[in-house]
């Protein structure tokens, strides 16, 4: 099983980024989490399967989470970005908490 990130990158405050991740199988959860440098991973945004979505309080209102659950995908729009959100981005999937993880993608958010 596979997990294949894509869509960071550079940005200036208030820019915009769009991450997808693609799973080569179904999960229930499909999140993302980031890790920032000397910080531990956190959850960024998670989706069921029934597209109920959960958020960290420091993204609501700027980050939208949903999926395509056909083309086992995740999209992450980012909107209103900040420095504080500079980190490497990961997909995390499975049943009830992510359990596979793809390789991580950085977003860098310059001021």
């Known amino acids: 099983v596979q997990l294949q990130a894509s869509g960071g990158g550079t940005v200036q405050t208030g820019g915009s980024l769009r991450l997808s991740c693609v799973s080569s199988?179904?999960?229930?959860?499909m999140g993302w989490y980031r890790q920032a440098p000397g910080k531990q991973r956190e959850l960024v945004a998670s989706i069921t399967i029934t597209s109920s979505t959960n958020y960290a309080d420091s993204v609501k209102g700027r980050f939208t989470i949903s999926r395509h659950n056909a083309k086992n995908t995740v999209y992450l729009q980012m909107n209103s970005l900040e420095p504080e959100d500079t980190a490497v981005y990961y997909c995390?999937?499975?049943?009830?908490?992510?359990?596979?993880w793809g390789q991580g993608t950085q977003v860098t958010v310059s001021s």
């Open positions: 199988r179904s999960f229930s959860l």
């Open positions: 995390g999937c499975g049943n009830v908490v992510a359990t596979l």
